[in-house]
């Protein structure tokens, strides 16, 4: 990463952790902290803020005129989880990573000095299957915060009953369901794999890295026989360092940045 982006990525991501850690792991009333996380946020467009993070985050924003809507969006996902804990349709889950996910590559691509609408597009396939992907791989973690983002209607269609998750029984109906989602996260980062094409640099090699990790992860998790229950389906460091070491070979080398067996 170049040195002059640097700082503005690490306000970025000091943001996007923070609301999620707030979301998920904040002591007391954790809607009240998100409140005061978007007066905050709402400072930077509008006033002096006083926490540091957004002091940083304000410096950004101003940088590559960043709109507020991508920074809004995450903070309302985290007001959703703690109210939503059940997604009926696969439509309601996708409106769900729109505002957990998607907000996240859009900001990336302003600090980039990308606005061009096919790129932002682009990007909202890989973030979503990237979070999916993070779904179908804690299925089990996920039950445990009282969490099911199996949409109902496909837990249905398959007859998978919620019970089976909740005692961590892999039975051929869970099994045929998550692998049925694990196709459809496939199909979102064949989707949004184009974009790598379109940045340059660092970019390029970041972005082909983040659909070769995830669609590994979907691949370990089919090696499992989609058993995710039992064990948590997770890339070691030596696959890890594999996967660095051959996709960035790839996209420097200008070929297909997928390795063999991922790219089909």
């Keep these: 990463m170049p040195a002059r982006l640097r700082r503005h990525f690490y306000a970025v991501y000091t943001f996007c952790r923070g609301v999620d850690d707030l979301g998920d792991e904040a002591a007391g009333d954790r809607l009240r902290h998100l409140e005061e996380w978007e007066r905050q946020l709402r400072l930077c467009y509008g006033g002096t803020p006083a926490h540091a993070y957004f002091v940083a985050l304000k410096q950004t924003i101003s940088a590559f005129d960043i709109p507020a809507e991508p920074f809004l969006k995450l903070i309302e996902a985290n007001r959703r989880d703690q109210q939503i804990k059940r997604h009926p349709t696969y439509a309601e889950l996708l409106e769900y990573c729109d505002h957990s996910a998607n907000p996240v590559g859009r900001i990336v691509l302003y600090v980039l000095g990308h606005r061009e609408p096919e790129f932002h597009r682009l990007s909202d396939f890989t ?16 039950y445990t915060i009282g969490r099911v983002y199996v949409p109902a209607e496909d837990l249905q269609k398959f007859a998978c009953a919620e019970q089976d998750i909740a005692d961590c029984r892999a039975t051929p109906e ?3 369901v998550l692998k049925f989602e694990v196709e459809r996260a496939r199909d979102l980062f064949r ?20 659909t070769a990790g995830g669609l590994s992860v979907l691949k370990l998790i089919e090696k499992q026989g989609f058993d995710v229950l039992t064990r948590r ?7 890890k360092a594999r996967l660095f070491t051959m996709v960035t070979l790839r996209t420097r080398l200008g070929l ?9």
Excluded at 200 to 208: K, L, N, Q
């Design 191 to 210: 989707q949004g794999l184009p974009l790598a094409g379109l940045v340059h640099g660092f970019a390029r090699v970041d972005i082909a890295l983040f």
């Design 127 to 142: 973030c979503t299957a990237l979070q999916l992907t993070n779904f179908w791989q804690d299925v089990a973690r996920d």
């Design 256 to 264: 297909n940045p997928l390795p063999a067996g991922l790219a089909a």
């Design 233 to 239: 389906p997770a890339l070691s460091k030596w696959a």
């Design 174 to 176: 869970f099994r045929a």
